[in-house]
Nanobody, 128 residues
Framework: QVQLVESGGGSVQAGGSLRLSCAAS????????LGWFRQAPGKERDGLAT????????KYADPVKGRFSISKDNTKNTLYLQMDSLKPEDTAMYYC?????????????????????WGQGTQVTVSS
């Protein structure tokens, strides 16, 4: 079991920045992959970025490459999402998620169907 608690959401003007945090606890290990997703009202939940603990590698979805950065604190199980140059279309509920990567798999992509543990979400609102 993995527990996830997001924080750091809020309201910001276009062009601004926010840093989201996700405190992870429970069965976290080298085969754990943590990810960030978002869901706007009336839309599907989209994957943004993942961080695979085993390889300390990050993957990004195309819409956020160059603007968002995922990282993990080495001293504690906290995942971050630094969001810069925010746009009104970034307005959504942002979720942290976790999965266990099977043996032999070295990549973890932000595909929501692969993730079994989810946080409650934190709202991000970007005004123009």
């Amino acid at each position: 079991q993995v527990q996830l608690v997001e924080s750091g959401g809020g309201s910001v003007q276009a062009g601004g920045s926010l840093r989201l945090s996700c405190a992870a606890s429970g069965s976290i290990g080298s085969r754990t992959c943590l990810g960030w997703f978002r869901q706007a009202p009336g839309k599907e939940r989209d994957g943004l970025a993942t961080f695979y603990l085993g390889g300390r590698t990050a993957k990004y979805a195309d819409p956020v490459k160059g603007r968002f950065s995922i990282s993990k604190d080495n001293t504690k199980n906290t995942l971050y999402l630094q969001m810069d140059s925010l746009k009104p279309e970034d307005t959504a509920m942002y979720y942290c998620a976790a999965r266990t990567v099977p043996y032999g798999v070295v990549n973890c992509i932000p595909r929501k169907e692969d993730f079994g543990y989810w946080g409650q979400g934190t709202q991000v609102t970007v005004s123009s």
